[in-house]
């Protein structure tokens, strides 16, 4: 099955490309990755371009999928095997439909490969709107996270990467909490902390957070 969204910037022309790596069983999931092709970025709008960067950067997070590029482009590709392996009713409807994909493949461990496809800028422009991406897409990714994870490594199945989340996630909230908190005590009082203090904030913030990126090799 294959998909392109309706604003006049994909070309069907690179369809073969884009699903090359499904039909040589190579991936379940193919998207279009406009950032290898710098021309076309020339022709990006700078707005929509720097937004891109920034969502594509939280989509990372929630999806689980950090080799993903360009996680947020509408032209896609996936296979009838993990299709029928989605829960198709509960795939959001709108914009926010390739994000939530990516989290539903990555709870099924599908193969996701970035396709290099180049995108055509000219009158035709995207009816998304920026207010709608930052007040609409930070919630849904946070919810799309905390389900990823609790049904994969809590329901699904129970590997090393749980016990690094039952472990990192509480110890860097809590880090990072008290690290502010010393933070701002130390602004208010004039009183600089002690290397000791310094190193009890960052220490576990390290420890923590290498902890949950551990996660991607699970």
């Known amino acids: 099955m294959i ?18 790596p499904l039909k040589n069983d190579r991936a379940d999931y193919t998207k279009g990755n406009r950032f290898p092709d ?11 371009l720097f937004g891109n960067s920034a969502l594509s950067f939280l989509v990372k997070v929630s999806s689980g999928y950090w080799n993903i590029m360009d996680p947020t482009n509408g032209y896609t590709a996936i296979r009838k095997r993990a299709l029928e392996n989605i829960s198709l009713d509960k795939l959001s409807k709108r914009f926010f439909f390739e994000s939530d994909m990516l989290i539903h493949l990555n709870i099924i461990n599908a193969v996701v490969r970035d396709i290099g496809i180049p995108a055509k800028y000219g009158e035709n422009k995207s ?47 809590f880090s990072v909490v008290f690290g502010i908190y010393e933070w701002i005590d130390s602004i208010v009082t004039g009183v600089p902390r002690t290397a000791g203090t310094i190193m009890l904030v960052a220490l ?12 991607k090799n699970h």
């Open 3 to 20: 998909k392109i969204d309706g604003d006049g910037q994909m070309v069907p022309v690179y369809i073969d490309h884009l699903i090359a």
């Open 38 to 48: 710098f021309k076309t970025l020339k022709t990006m709008p700078k707005i929509p």
């Open 127 to 173: 009816s998304l709107n920026i207010a709608t991406v930052l007040f609409q897409f930070p919630p849904r990714l946070a919810r799309g996270l905390i389900k990823r994870i609790f049904l994969k490594y809590f329901i699904y199945e129970f590997n090393m990467a749980s016990i690094y989340t039952l472990i990192g996630l509480p110890v860097f909230l």
């Open 204 to 215: 576990p913030i390290i420890v923590s957070f290498q902890m949950l990126l551990s996660q």
